[in-house]
């Protein structure tokens, strides 16, 4: 201690440099020194397979969502609705890019997020079930739908699909497996935000319809 008080007097218009940090070793054993990196890489959780499965799976569960938006310009009958869908593709694909970069960032495989794979079943590439994802027919019903039909259904299929991405999100954060890596809880924190206020926004116009002459 004195002698590192000594170095810092004596210099000038340097910074003394800070003491080394010391990984302490077993009882009886001298400390290791850390480097740099390694000091930087102290108490930073690092992601796991529950992590990189969430992220793939959220990509897929993400497309699907933008296979339901492709359908509304055709066949809503509600402006409101069109301008929704509209916002929700934008902050989908903002979502499934993030995503992805996440994703590449680290050397793992990326998912095919065109909306083919999102337009059947209701698993992810693990093969395991996605919750709020529809099925094949659920799908055949909602583009078979038109005007307030569409509406409707649209809302009450999204509603689901999107309260299925906070279950995902959920599991991740409180299943003790992932949700850790900074970057990740980030990400998973604002899928949760945005997803918790588009549908707040969905079940408001779908009150709205139900409550319009023709109801």
């Known amino acids: 201690m004195l002698a590192v008080g000594v170095a810092a007097g004596c210099t000038s218009d340097d910074e003394a440099d800070p003491p080394p940090v010391v990984q302490l070793g077993p009882p009886g054993e001298t400390g290791t020194p850390l480097t740099d990196d390694e000091v930087t890489g102290l108490d930073q959780p690092q992601y796991t397979d529950a ?5 793939q799976g959220m990509i897929q569960h993400h497309a699907q969502a933008l296979v339901m938006t492709d359908l509304v310009a055709d066949r809503a009958g509600s402006d409101d609705l069109s301008l929704m ?12 890019a993030q995503l992805e970069e996440w994703l590449e960032n680290r050397g793992e495989d990326v998912p095919d997020a065109s909306g083919e794979h999102g337009q059947h079943g209701q698993h992810g590439e693990d093969g395991q ?3 709020g994802m529809l099925t094949d027919d659920d ?11 569409f509406d409707e ?5 999204m509603i689901r699909h999107h309260e299925g991405a906070l279950v995902m999100v959920g599991e991740l954060l409180s299943g003790g497996e992932g949700g ?26 779908l009150a709205e319809i139900a409550a319009s002459p023709g109801s």
């Open 51 to 55: 992590d990189v499965a969430f992220v």
């Open 85 to 96: 869908a509209e916002r929700m593709d934008v902050s989908q694909r903002d979502e499934i």
């Open 129 to 131: 079930s996605m919750p």
């Open 139 to 149: 799908l055949a019903r909602l583009e078979a739908a038109t005007g307030r039909d």
């Open 153 to 157: 259904l649209f809302l009450l299929y």
């Open 180 to 205: 850790q890596e900074s970057a990740l809880f980030q990400l998973a924190q604002h899928i949760d935000s945005d997803q918790s206020i588009e549908i707040a926004r969905m079940k408001s116009l």
